[in-house]
């Protein structure tokens, strides 16, 4: 059965959310501690912490002082995630038509975490007939 995004911590999904970011970057997507770590810009010890929780609730494949990689778990929910987020960056910045990036992103980000799986299908079915009739 699939996650559901309420039922997981915020402070959970900032964290899958930012696992997911960095290893699309990397081969095999494995990521270490010190890059969560600075693209948090939080200590390892709090990363170390976070990675026990992740790790216990199934959504991270981790040995201490080793590489991390989110499992097939952990992997949906990161992946919901930034589905959600682009779809609110789409809302705010071609239906609100707000400009500044840095804000639009913020709000994407800060408000992706509050979505659930049927308001973000919503969102989606909104968007596509919106911006269809918006183009004509």
Known sequence: MDPLISEIPESYQ???DEIYSISR???GGWITNKEISE?????PASVSGMLKNLRQKGFINWAQRGSIRLTEKGKKVAKQLNETHILLIKFFSRVLK???ERLVD??????EHHITKDVSKSLRNFLSIF???SSQ
């Open 14 to 16: 900032r964290y899958l």
């Open 131 to 133: 911006l269809d009739d």
């Open 39 to 43: 693209s948090l810009n939080v200590k």
């Open 25 to 27: 970057k990397k081969k």
């Open 98 to 100: 707000i400009k500044d």
């Open 106 to 111: 913020k709000l994407s980000c800060d408000i």
